[in-house]
């Protein structure tokens, strides 16, 4: 039945895009109505940039509906924009504090994450005393006292870090998807896996990838080339590590199965002059018959 209905759904959204890419050609007006429809079946089918662009459309017109705000925040949280969340969550709160109390909550995180630490200390407490009591809530009230618990040590390594400067690097990198596993391979060089799927609508095979960038003085720029020979078509491939010498380059490859789970071996690839040969599956005492592996990590023993 799951599976019937996730089809039911994915096919409704096809449509209303269809229907919204012809409408346009015939220069046919959504209502507010059409465009909060068209976010609710872009976010179910799980294309989260479609429905933040619909909601935001819908919201130009209808900025004052907590309902929307709220799922923008938690849409623009998935995607790991936590500046935009922030500002919809903070919206939702002051709309509608008793239906969405917990958009304080997440309004708190993101405030953390944000680098304003005294801010999102203060409406954390703020969160834990709100009169809310359903287990929704309880549970996100055990987890803001877990977060205040951390405020002391991150304000002892804010200040033994007060002059280090952390940057986004830039869009040419940090694309719409996933970046994740960053590798310096040298002072110039780094590697990282990316989500960056063919066609921007392709919701069922995103797929990470190792891509490249590059930097020249102190800007660091990557293009959409993957041409390294650790991926492979179809199977995530990410978290890889080099050894001490940086001949060996071992890694993660995931193979999704039928049942959406995922099957993660690690491989290694070995540097034979200039070239990287192709990688072979690490043995069966690693990559353990019935487990799942990944995130290798190279070591120094220091007995040998």
Not at 205 to 233: C, G
Request: with cysteine.
């Amino acid at each position: 039945m799951k599976t019937i209905g996730l089809i039911i759904i994915l096919s409704a959204y096809i449509l209303i895009i269809n229907g919204y890419c012809q409408s346009i050609d015939n220069n046919v007006v959504f209502s507010v109505t059409d465009y909060k429809r068209l976010g609710k079946g872009a976010e179910k089918a799980g294309d989260y940039r479609a429905a933040i662009k619909y909601y935001e459309l819908y919201n130009s017109v209808k900025s004052n509906n907590a309902e929307v705000n709220f799922r923008l925040g938690e849409l623009y949280r998935n995607i790991r924009e936590y500046r935009q969340a922030k500002e919809c969550y903070y919206k939702t709160w002051n709309q509608s504090p008793l239906k969405y109390p917990e958009a304080l909550y997440y309004y708190g995180i993101m405030l953390k994450m944000d680098g304003q630490y005294a801010e999102a200390k203060t409406m954390l407490e703020k969160f834990i005393k709100t009169p809310v009591d359903d287990k929704k809530i309880l549970d996100l009230k055990i987890k803001a006292r877990e977060e205040l618990t951390n405020f002391d040590k991150i304000n002892i390594l804010v200040q033994k870090n007060e002059n280090v400067t952390i940057t986004m690097l830039d869009s040419s990198i940090n694309r719409a998807h996933t970046e994740l596993s960053p590798i310096p391979f040298n002072d110039s060089l780094l590697i990282f896996s990316s989500v960056r799927p063919s066609n921007a609508g392709d919701i069922q095979n995103n797929v990470a990838e190792f891509y490249t960038a590059h930097r020249k003085d102190n800007n660091w720029t990557s293009d959409d080339i993957n041409v390294l020979p650790f991926n492979n078509s179809g199977e995530n491939t990410c978290n890889g590590t080099f050894s001490k010498d940086g001949n060996h380059f071992y890694f993660t490859r995931c193979e999704i199965l039928k049942s959406n789970k995922a099957n993660c071996e690690l491989f290694v690839s070995i540097k034979s002059g200039d070239e990287w040969v192709a990688p072979v599956k690490l043995d069966k005492m690693i990559n353990m018959s019935g487990f799942t592996n990944t995130q290798p990590s190279v070591g120094i023993d220091f007995k040998t």
